[in-house]
């Protein structure tokens, strides 16, 4: 089954202690992106990546890193999370055609809560 | 810079009725268009894309969505609106050319028995 997977799905930390959250695809698609989901802010972009080794920012990247290592895998890094990022985190994966992305396929998303 | 703005947060239409949600965006080229739908604890789901060609462009469960240049708008449609079909919709653009995509804040469409 195509699929964008994430873990963990549901995480609590505090302030200043560094999580990964995973994302991984199985369709091959070259673009690769994250997103934050916040009530009465929609989805905003915070990183993209065009290919391996590839990333770029996007809309509200700062207090993220990201890496592209391999094309499957699409790690969101929060080295010191603080309470304003606490959200819903989405990663999504499109194949590029014409050198742009299209439709974008979801994964089921991750919630963050910083205290 | 590019921009989405979905003007109405809520949206409530009878079941059978035709429904409407509205979406403008601002690029400063050619846009691209999606439309996705996001059900209760799920990702968001892709429904339709405008690139080029024929304004009206049909998606997934029946809707469809008419790009207006003059207008700068991409609204969704749908003639008959089912139960099935509440849920949090999103309008995202993309400016020809770039990487990036921008959505609007979503609309939450309830549909009532």
């Known amino acids: 089954e195509a699929q964008v997977t994430q873990n963990p799905r549901y995480l609590i930390t505090v302030t200043g202690k560094k999580l990964t959250v995973t994302c991984s695809q199985n369709?091959?698609?070259?673009?690769m992106s994250w997103y934050r989901q916040d009530p009465g802010l929609g989805l905003r972009q915070i990183y993209y990546?065009?290919?391996?080794?590839?990333?770029d920012k996007g809309d509200v990247p700062e207090g993220y890193k990201v890496s592209r290592k391999e094309k499957r895998n699409f790690p969101l890094i929060l080295e010191s999370p603080s309470p304003n990022q606490t959200s819903l985190y989405f990663c999504?994966?499109?194949?590029?055609?014409?050198?742009?992305?299209?439709?974008?396929?979801f994964g089921p998303g991750t919630r963050l809560t910083v205290t | 810079a590019q921009s989405v703005a979905q003007p109405e947060d809520q949206v409530n239409v009878a079941e059978g009725n035709p429904l409407t949600v509205k979406c403008t965006y601002s690029?400063?080229?050619?846009?691209?268009l999606f439309w996705y739908v996001q059900y209760p604890n799920r990702g968001l789901q892709f429904l339709l894309k405008?690139?080029?060609?024929?304004?009206l462009v049909k998606g997934s469960y029946g809707f469809e969505a008419e790009f207006n240049k003059s207008q700068t708008s991409f609204h969704l449609k749908k003639p008959s609106a089912l139960v099935s079909d509440s849920a949090l919709y999103f309008c995202?653009?993309?400016?020809?050319?770039?990487?990036?995509?921008?959505f609007g804040t979503g609309t939450r469409l309830t549909v009532i028995p």
């Open positions: 995202a653009v993309r400016e020809a050319g770039a990487n990036n995509l921008f």
């Open positions: 405008y690139i080029t060609g024929d304004n």
């Open positions: 690029v400063s080229g050619n846009p691209y």
């Open positions: 999504a994966s499109s194949k590029l055609t014409g050198g742009g992305p299209y439709e974008q396929y």
């Open positions: 990546s065009m290919n391996v080794e590839v990333t």
């Open positions: 369709m091959n698609h070259e673009y």
